[in-house]
């Protein structure tokens, strides 16, 4: 699986800014295929920090409706990523 692949985009968030108190833990949305391990190790290469943990999440899509019709949205992968005490990624300062 490819870098992009596994890391899609950063996720901002007022409830994943509390979490860069003193856990210093980021949150990711990533691949639906990618695993923990991909994902520490594309987030070491990318971004050149050291991983503590890592708590992943499938992100299950809502059922919507368009007039008459029902759809529903695709559903995503969502990681918690905690790094190594004393490091931090400068996106999100």
Aim: aromatic share 10%; net charge positive; hydrophobic share 40%.
């Amino acid at each position: 699986m490819q870098l992009n692949e596994t890391l899609v985009r950063p996720i901002i968030t007022e409830k994943s800014s509390m979490f860069l108190g003193d856990e210093q833990t980021y949150a990711f949305e990533v691949g639906l295929n990618a695993n923990k391990h991909q994902i520490k190790t594309a987030i070491q290469r990318f971004y050149g920090v050291d991983v503590d943990k890592i708590r992943t999440m499938v992100v299950r899509g809502k059922v919507k409706r368009f007039g008459r019709h029902h759809g529903k949205r695709s559903n995503w992968k969502k990681a918690y990523v905690t790094l190594a005490a004393g490091q931090s990624l400068p996106l999100f300062e």
